[in-house]
Each structure stands twice: as structure tokens, then as C-alpha cells.
């Protein structure tokens, strides 16, 4: 059995900072106070918003508030792209799962391992200026693995989330400790993983845990204090929907509606136990004061049983209000879901055509689903849906207590790799896991608070994984172009105005493409799993591509602990 087969049996664990494998070192929180010559600046709120027209820096976790993880900087071409070379390399102090997404702003850059350690490089040279480790409390539970997807900064401090559901603000000069907030109970199961984003004076924060029962929340607190401003439960109070009967792609859901109802008579709404992780960054339009984030799976993840009703906002897009956490619209994507089909990979913000033809403004999300869906930003609405991603087979048939085989499963489709998006190309570029999965029907024992609570079982089949990068015209749902790989892809991409896409494969392949044709232009072998998205900057003339290659947990790829950047 391969590594991506295997996948589940390392998916749900329990951490204790004792037994994690962490270096005694690296269980506390410390951070060194080395001057950085007065470098960086703080990052004023003017130069978040206008970063998506900046050729030197790469300022927020996917590139800008909308996500687009698109970049100006075109030193690296089509034509130039073969002359990159490593730059440096910086070793972390684990070798664990790296998903960090690079910043980097006057001169610096700062990155994040697994188990929530923050180092802070010279972008130039990758010499350490200074790092913290976070304490772990005793108890996190954690779904699929150790991971942490970076940070994001504003008015002088850096922000991280942390598995032990925790929100820390440290000073960008020095990596001292400017507040350290408790936001949820990790004993109950909650956890972060994703990066924060820091916007209007707030940072945003989502909670995961759902495979233990939670109710997953987006939270808004004061970027000076900590202090809580809004709460955004994923779960309303009302749960229950409109009783839909397929999905988002018109697919038919086999709902048994009357037993629904009379178990919600029975059980009442099952919201605060309901799931409802948020994994990713939202995407932010400050014109609109909008949000926009999707949300995982309900739980327990395979028995309806426990959870009747459609189950809102799970496996849903949801925008909120900035200022007040206000719902303003949503759109849910699996109603009801029995396959553990989390919307994770990152909204992204951008210009489309809608059903007329006309221009507006758009939300692009890409699902578990193996779809990539097209929405309205404006009230969520759904224009399209392209066609499918990866190959599907028995979708949204019931699990069994024999077991039935279904095309995605839950590692495959869009995962939580973020996409990237050439809106003059009018792409969308994508990584895909193609990976069946056998279902088990296993009615759910009584809530487990603090436990895995699946309400079924996994296994996977001895059937053909892979794989792909590729494209998607986003305005007609067709894929453009597809670039086949050996292994399932997860890890990020970026595009720029050179004319290239770039991501990296679980073996340690670091790859250029022509985002026209995904044609490979260049490669790098790396030791370790590149799972991580990349990032860009220019310093003196040359142009970085930067990114971790630390391998990924969820599917057993090799562990590493490098940041590798490339100039030209």
C-alpha cells in the first residue's frame, strides 16, 4: 500500500507536547531579541490594501485580500525562468508537516513550522533575525495533522493561530509576546490551523475540530488587544434549511426527509454539536466591508442520523458582514452531507461573467467535490459549476454497511491547496487527489464531547491515485489545460505576470509551468514533500520564489524542515 493509500490511518490524532516529538527546546515559548536593524516597518492597513499591486513584497498569506495568489513581478518569465537557481535554504528546528504560505515585507520574511513556531528571515540571505515556540497546553486534538498555515501582520505585530485554539500577537521586530489569547477549549476539540488575517483593525480567525463535535465559528478580535469584537457561529441556532433534495450540482442527495423531521421532532437542532470547521483565510472586500469563507464538514461526518436538516452553513460559502460579523448570503454546496465533502481551499475574489455575459464582481471556490464553482459576490448565488475536476463514480451515493467505493472521496478533489487565478487569462489554476474511498455506514454512538465522532468509517481501495495540476476557464467552467501526476497534488500554487504557475509534488518536485499550456519550463528536486503554497518578492533587482518543503501529513508524504527560496 502507497503513502496516499495509507492516508487515513494517520489522519485524526490526539497531541501531547511530551509524546509529539518535539525537542525539549521547543516546548515553551521563547523568542530571541537580536536587533533587526530597525526592520520591518510597521505594515500599515494602506499597504495590505493595495497589495496586489505590489512588484517587491508579498504582504498576505495568498498574495492579497482577494486571494488570488497572483503576483506582478515578471523578472521570472517564460524565457528567464530556466536561469533560477537556489538562493539559500533556512532548516527549521522540526521535521514535521510545512504548509506555511511565506510573507514578507521590508526586507523580511516569516515563516511557520508544524506545531506552531514562528521564525522571522532575512529574505535576502534566509538568516534567522529571530524565532518563538509556542507552549503547547497538555491536551489538542487535531484532525489531520500538526499543521500551520503561516501568519499575517499589521501595525508592527504578527499574528498566528495555534492547535491549541489559541491567538498570539508578537512584535515584528523581535518576536516578543504583544498578547497571547485564549479563544476556544482544545479539550472539547477545537484547534487552528489557519492563518490569521489582519485587516481593518481586526484579526480573523476561524476554529476547526469538527470531526470532534464543535460548533465552528469566524472571530474578529482587536488587532491592539486580543479582545474579542464579533463571534460568526458556522452553526446557527436554526440549523434545518430548506430540506433540499440535491446538491449545488443539481446531484440528488437520497434524503429519507420524513425520518429527518421526525428525528429533529425527537433530537431538536443538533447546531451546537454541528461541526462547521473554518481551515482557510477569508478572502475580504473592503469597498463592500464584505467576508467571504467557506465552511467544512457537519458532524458526525457520515450519520445523518444525529444531524437533521440541511445542516447550515456547513459545506457552504458564507459572506459576512466586516465591521459586525453580520450574515449577509450564503450558498450551501453538499446540503446535508454524508461524505465528509468539506468546502476547504481558500475563496478567492475576482471578476466574472455571469450567465448574460455581463462583468461582475465574483467569488471562485474549488471543492472536495471536484468542482470548481462560480458565484456572484453580491448575494452568493451560483452562475456555474465547470465541468468535473477529477474522475467521479457513484457520487452522493449512501454509505453501506457493506462498504460502496465513491469517486472523490474525503482526500480527494480540491482540498485545502489554494487556488491561483491569471484574471487576465481568465484561469483558475488548481491541485487535484484523485482518490476513491470506500464508505462504511456505522451509526454514531451518543456526542463523545472531546472525541473523534465520525459516525462511520473509511477505507481506501485498491484502486489507481494521481493526481493533477491544471487549468480552468472560469467564465465558461471548461478546463483549459491538464497536467496528469503520479500522486495525489496538495500544497498551493502561485501565478504571475511572467507568464508562470508554480507548486511542488509530494516526491520533492518544485515545478515552473506556462500557465498557457502547462508546459513544465523548469524543476527542482527538493528532500523532502512540497506541500506548501509558494510565494514571491524582488530584493535588489532579483526576483524569490520561496516555499517549504516539510512533506504533509494527511498524505504520508516525506517530512522535511526546509525553506527554500530561488533568484533570478
Known amino acids: ?35 533587526t536593524a530597525l526592520r520591518p516597518g510597521p505594515l500599515s492597513q494602506d499597504r495590505l490594501t493595495a497589495a496586489a499591486t505590489s512588484r517587491t513584497e508579498f ?72 524565532s518563538y515556540k509556542h507552549a503547547m497546553g497538555p491536551v489538542v486534538s487535531l484532525c489531520c495533522g500538526p499543521n500551520n498555515r503561516g501568519v499575517e501582520a499589521l501595525d508592527g505585530l504578527v499574528y498566528m493561530g495555534t492547535l491549541d485554539s489559541r491567538v498570539v500577537a508578537l512584535d515584528a521586530r523581535t518576536g516578543a509576546v504583544a498578547w497571547d489569547r485564549q479563544i476556544a477549549d482544545p479539550a472539547r476539540g477545537y484547534s487552528i490551523t489557519m492563518a490569521p488575517t489582519a485587516v481593518a483593525g481586526k484579526v480573523l480567525i476561524g476554529l476547526a475540530g469538527a470531526e470532534y463535535g464543535i460548533r465552528g465559528a469566524l472571530k474578529a478580535l482587536d488587532a491592539k488587544s486580543g479582545k474579542e469584537l464579533w463571534t460568526f457561529y458556522t452553526t446557527p441556532e436554526n440549523s434545518v434549511g430548506v430540506w433540499a433534495t440535491t446538491d449545488a450540482v443539481g446531484l440528488p442527495l437520497h434524503r429519507d426527509i420524513a425520518a429527518e423531521k421526525a428525528a429533529l421532532a425527537k433530537l431538536g437542532d443538533p447546531y451546537k454539536t454541528l461541526g462547521g470547521s473554518v481551515w482557510q483565510n477569508p478572502s475580504v472586500d473592503l469597498k463592500s466591508r464584505r467576508v467571504y469563507f467557506v465552511v467544512g464538514n457537519p458532524s458526525p461526518d457520515l450519520d445523518g442520523a444525529a444531524r437533521p436538516g440541511d445542516n447550515l452553513y456547513t459545506d457552504s460559502l458564507v459572506s459576512i458582514d466586516l465591521d459586525t460579523g453580520r450574515y449577509v448570503c450564503h450558498l450551501q454546496y453538499v446540503p446535508h452531507d454524508l461524505w465528509d465533502l468539506d468546502a476547504v481551499s481558500p475563496t478567492v475574489l475576482t471578476a466574472v461573467k455571469n450567465r448574460a455575459g455581463a462583468t461582475i464582481p465574483g467569488v471562485i471556490h474549488a471543492g472536495k467535490t471536484g468542482y470548481l464553482y462560480v458565484h456572484d459576490a453580491r448575494d452568493c448565488s451560483l452562475i456555474r459549476v465547470s465541468e468535473p475536476l477529477v474522475a467521479v463514480k457513484n457520487e452522493r451515493v449512501l454509505p453501506t454497511d457493506e462498504g460502496v467505493v465513491i469517486r472523490p472521496g474525503p482526500n480527494g478533489g480540491v482540498s485545502a491547496s489554494p487556488l491561483a487565478v491569471n484574471a487576465a487569462q481568465g484561469l483558475a489554476f488548481a491541485l487535484t487527489t484523485e482518490m476513491a474511498t470506500v464508505y462504511f455506514k456505522t451509526p454514531s454512538t451518543r456526542y463523545p464531547e472531546g472525541k473523534l465522532w465520525l459516525g462511520g468509517a473509511f477505507k481506501i481501495p485498491e484502486e489507481p491515485v494521481g493526481g493533477a495540476l491544471l487549468a480552468v476557464d472560469y ?90 527560496a530561488f533568484a533570478y
Open 1 to 35: 500500500m502507497n503513502s496516499a493509500m495509507s492516508a487515513w490511518c494517520c489522519v485524526f490524532l490526539s497531541v501531547s507536547p511530551c509524546i509529539s516529538g518535539l525537542h525539549a527546546e521547543s516546548v515553551g515559548s521563547k523568542s530571541s531579541t537580536a536587533p
Open 475 to 564: 467564465n465558461s467552467g471548461k478546463v483549459r489545460w491538464k497536467v496528469e501526476k503520479p500522486a495525489p497534488m496538495f500544497g498551493g500554487i502561485l501565478a504571475t505576470a511572467g507568464g508562470l504557475v508554480f507548486t511542488g509534488e509530494g516526491d520533492g518536485k518544485f515545478a515552473a509551468y506556462d500557465s498557457s499550456n502547462g508546459k513544465e519550463l523548469w524543476s527542482y528536486r527538493a528532500d523532502a514533500g512540497v506541500n506548501a503554497p509558494p510565494s514571491t518578492y524582488e530584493i535588489d533587482g532579483k526576483q524569490y520564489i520561496v516555499v517549504g518543503a516539510g512533506g504533509n501529513t494527511q498524505l504520508d508524504t516525506k517530512r522535511g524542515n526546509k525553506i527554500l
Open 59 to 130: 504582504l498576505l498569506t495568498h498574495g492579497s485580500y482577494a486571494q488570488t495568489r497572483f503576483h506582478l513581478a515578471d523578472r521570472i518569465n517564460r524565457e528567464t525562468v530556466q536561469h533560477l537557481k537556489l538562493a539559500w535554504s533556512f532548516e527549521l528546528d522540526i521535521k514535521d508537516s510545512l504548509q506555511t504560505a511565506p510573507i514578507v515585507y521590508d526586507g523580511v520574511m516569516y515563516v511557520t513550522s508544524a506545531f506552531n513556531h514562528v521564525f522571522a528571515l532575512d529574505a535576502k540571505t534566509g538568516k534567522e533575525l529571530w
